[in-house]
């Protein structure tokens, strides 16, 4: 049974740090790029940040390029978003979500396998 499994999120000041977690099991996570989407309220999901199969490749929506970084573990099978200076428009679900592809992937219809979401509300 594939599972993806979002933590990490929570409250926090404008300005601080979290750092999310999916953690995947059921498929190679080895073989899988994986993505970090969120959804702020009243609005579509979003893509945030993606990771090749093997690390070696990322990329950030421009948005959280400065500020946030993703990475993997494939000997845990995790992938990690560090969000740094976290500001209010970053409050959303963020969900992780796998596609087996070498490559990286941006829209969400190609990923195949979806977390069900971690919260994040940055306010003072």
């Known amino acids: 049974q594939v599972q993806l499994v979002e933590s990490g999120g929570g409250l926090v000041r404008p300005g ?4 999310l977690s999916c953690v ?3 498929f190679g996570f080895g073989n899988y ?3 970090w989407f969120r959804q702020a309220p009243g ?13 070696g490749r990322t990329d950030l929506t421009n948005s959280v390029k400065d500020r946030f970084s993703i990475t993997r573990d494939n000997d845990k099978e ?4 560090q969000m740094n ?3 209010p428009e970053d409050t959303a679900v963020y969900f992780c979500a796998a596609t087996k592809t070498n490559g990286v992937r941006y829209g969400e219809h190609s990923y195949e396998y979806w977390g069900q979401g971690t919260r994040v509300t940055v306010s003072s």
């Open 33 to 35: 790029a994986m993505g």
């Open 16 to 19: 601080g740090s979290l750092r």
């Open 43 to 55: 609005k579509e999901r979003q893509f945030v940040a993606t990771i090749s199969a093997s690390g």
């Open 85 to 87: 200076s976290l500001k």
């Open 24 to 26: 995947g099991s059921g």
């Open 78 to 81: 995790t992938v990690y978003l």
